[in-house]
């Protein structure tokens, strides 16, 4: 019986792919969905290597119009920023958010996003 190894690194090339499809591959691969031994509660330790993550294509208006919420929890504390001024600080901030939205909301979540990395 052959062993299948359980940690890898894949290297993904952002340069004109679009942010939503590029997020669900990656989510994919944190979650290991594309091996043959998936299981739901087995955490795989893929690490996936993004490199130009400046030139990620965002398709429509979004980078105008779409705005990230944040709330401090004092009254009146909360933040809408645009995806424009995250992505002129942190382009990587805004595929993790994308990424983040696709996995599934359970205690391996914030393990697999630790393992995202940008070059």
């Known amino acids: 019986m052959e062993k299948i190894e359980t940690k ?4 993904i090339d952002a340069k004109g792919k679009v942010l939503g499809r590029l ?7 944190l979650q290991g969905k594309n091996r043959v031994d998936y299981m739901p509660n087995k955490d795989f330790e893929h690490f996936v ?3 130009n993550i400046k030139k990620i294509k965002v398709t429509g208006r979004k980078m105008e119009d779409k705005t990230y919420f944040s709330h401090s929890g004092y009254l009146g504390g909360d933040k809408h920023t645009p995806m424009k001024v995250i992505f002129e600080k942190k382009p990587g901030e805004i595929l993790i958010k994308a990424v983040s939205g696709m996995l599934p ?3 391996l979540r ?3 996003i630790k393992r995202i990395k940008f070059e």
């Open 23 to 29: 997020a669900s591959e990656i989510a994919v691969i």
């Open 110 to 112: 914030a393990k697999r």
């Open 105 to 107: 909301k359970n205690r």
């Open 49 to 51: 290597i993004i490199k």
């Open 8 to 11: 890898k690194e894949y290297n």
